[in-house]
T-cell receptor, first 115, second 114 residues
Framework: EPEVTQTPSHQVTQMGQEVILRCVPISNHLYFYWYRQILGQKVEFLVSFYNNEISEKSEIFDDQFSVERPDGSNFTLKIRSTKLEDSAMYFC?????????????FGSGTRLTVV | AQTVTQSQPEMSVQEAETVTLSCTYDTSESDYYLFWYKQPPSRQMILVIRQEAYKQQNATENRFSVNFQKAAKSFSLKISDSQLGDAAMYFCAYRRGSQGNLIFGKGTKLSVKP
């Protein structure tokens, strides 16, 4: 079964450093998303991406965050200057518009630890 | 704004028994979709079941079924014949229309006792 692949599985970074989280969505999917989950809390929407542009973003997704689909396969989330509170599990998800199905497929997540 | 509420932070069930996890939501939309996701200790998000709001029939996937009460804005998950592998966090989620993002509840941690 097709999977959404995220790398790395775990990243440790120093506060103030830039990080790039990578995702390879399912190849025929058209919509891409980033969500995050701070430990012990609920999963929160960050941003959605369609047709090579951001279609929706949350209040969390401020100027420190950016997304790209640089080569038609990878979908990246960049955090420019990490803060301690950015420590969380980051999930990539993709979706293919299948009429009424609208199913999301999530990746296994990247655990980001900011020290 | 839409909200999703899971009022049970933790639940426990005996193996082979049935358990029901509660979820309520608040929306003024008529076109929306509801989901239950399972998050095992590996923290991967796995879709368990989904329900289209326009469908009156409750969705069923093997041992998993929902009780969708649209007027009450309630969407509970029933797990029958619980198995040890069902132990996980369960998140209820809402999506507005065909293109909205997912809004998650805080989750219910389900333990399964042998």
């Amino acid at each position: 079964e097709p999977e959404v692949t995220q790398t790395p599985s775990h990243q440790v970074t120093q506060m103030g450093q830039e990080v790039i989280l990578r995702c390879v969505p399912i190849s025929n999917h058209l919509y891409f998303y980033w969500y995050r989950q701070i430990l012990g809390q609920k999963v929160e929407f960050l941003v959605s991406f369609y047709n090579n542009e951001i279609s929706e973003k949350s209040e969390i997704f401020d100027d420190q965050f950016s997304v790209e689909r640089p080569d038609g396969s990878n979908f990246t989330l960049k955090i420019r200057s990490t803060k301690l509170e950015d420590s969380a599990m980051y999930f990539c998800a993709s979706r293919f518009f299948q009429g009424v199905s609208y199913g999301y497929t999530f990746g296994s997540g990247t655990r980001l630890t900011v020290v | 704004a839409q909200t999703v509420t899971q009022s049970q932070p933790e639940m426990s069930v005996q193996e082979a028994e049935t358990v029901t996890l509660s979820c309520t939501y608040d929306t003024s939309e008529s076109d929306y979709y509801l989901f239950w996701y399972k998050q095992p200790p590996s923290r991967q998000m796995i879709l368990v079941i989904r329900q289209e709001a326009y469908k009156q029939q409750n969705a069923t996937e093997n041992r998993f079924s929902v009780n969708f009460q649209k007027a009450a804005k309630s969407f509970s998950l029933k797990i029958s014949d619980s198995q040890l592998g069902d132990a996980a966090m369960y998140f209820c989620a809402y999506r507005r229309g065909s293109q909205g993002n997912l809004i998650f509840g805080k989750g219910t941690k389900l333990s399964v006792k042998p």
